[in-house]
């Protein structure tokens, strides 16, 4: 398992974070034509959608990236993958995720970020890596654990917010 931990300071910096987070792991879901869950853990504000916009844009999509609250899930559909942006947080019984087909994410080609991954506490697959973004006024601490990114591929990114 590999882990680091940095602060990074603003927006602009987690929308970074987002992008350079996409540059690693499309192509690992890509090469592997597997699918990638990314938890996205931390409190309101955290910085979880902000993250996965800078995600999306890094992917190449030009439009509004719109939070999935009402909705749960949102797919950005590209040439050889999809992402699939989920926000949780309003889900009340788990079975809306049988009704959504939550399997079927699960085995494209896909990155699959995931807000509020407790509130489906068991119903879904282990992450692939887990982000916890927590909150302080101007900055966000970010701590990233992963199973498929070296810890080499994890230090740069810190290194690149020192
Ligand atoms: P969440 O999805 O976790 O509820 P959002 O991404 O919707 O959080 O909102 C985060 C808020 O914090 C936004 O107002 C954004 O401008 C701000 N923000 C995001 N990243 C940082 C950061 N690194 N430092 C300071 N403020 C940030
Ligand atoms: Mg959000």
């Known amino acids: 398992m590999s882990k680091t931990e940095f602060k990074i300071e603003g927006e602009e910096q987690t929308v970074r974070f987002g992008t350079l987070m996409s540059e690693l792991c499309v192509p690992y879901a890509v090469n592997n034509s597997k699918s990638v869950l990314i938890f996205l853990e931390g409190d309101l504000g955290a910085g979880k959608t902000t993250f996965s ?72 697959p282990e992450a692939d890596i887990r ?15 992963s199973s498929v990114l070296a810890q080499d591929e994890l230090d740069r990114i810190a290194t690149f917010f020192c």
């Not at 982000?131 to 654990?145: K, W």
């Open 53 to 124: 916009r800078g995600f999306i844009e890094g992917c190449g999509y030009k439009d509004i990236v719109r939070s999935p609250t009402y909705t749960l899930v949102e797919p950005y559909d590209f040439d050889t993958y999809s992402i699939y942006h989920f926000d949780l947080y309003r889900l009340l019984d788990p079975e809306e995720l049988e009704y959504m087909g939550i399997r079927d994410y699960f085995e494209r080609t896909s990155v699959c970020l995931i807000e509020w991954p407790d509130k489906a506490q068991g119903l879904l």
């Open 131 to 145: 982000i916890a973004l927590s909150y302080s006024q101007n900055s966000r601490t970010v701590v990233i654990e």
